[in-house]
Each structure stands twice: as C-alpha cells, then as structure tokens.
C-alpha cells in the first residue's frame, strides 16, 4: 500500500507559446523570469544575452511551418 504523501505518478501538460516571426529568444518568452536576474522559470538557466538568443537548457520544442506542415527546428 502506497503512503498517502507520496507520488505515484506525474502527469505531462504541454502549452504553446508564440514568439513574434524571426524574433524567437528568450527576451520574449513568459518562462524568463527579469525580476532581479534574467532566469529562465523552466530551467533555472542564468542567462546572458537574451535579446538574440534561446538558453542552451530550453526545453521548448519549437517548429515552424513548411508547406502548411509544421517541421521540427533542430537548430536554434
């Protein structure tokens, strides 16, 4: 018998998140914490530049349509 404070299982929840086009970085993103450092929610990634670039630790899948069909970006 499992005790009652402990977790069996998590559950996955995904949301999706739109960055402006050609402008995916982490400057935009609701995950970046600017309160007193520039800190990435998910992560937990200090992060440098983030006008231009995506934190090396993102866990967003990002994607982007070729076609009408969305593709997998490998390279950010």
Known sequence: MADKKSCLWYE???????????????????????????????????????????GYECPLEFKEEENGENVSVSDR
């Open 12 to 54: 996955k929840a995904t949301a999706s998140i739109y960055f402006p086009e050609g402008h995916v970085c982490c400057d935009l993103c609701p995950c970046m914490e600017t309160y007193a450092r520039k800190q990435c929610r998910l992560t937990g990634e200090y992060l440098l530049d983030t006008r231009a670039t995506v």
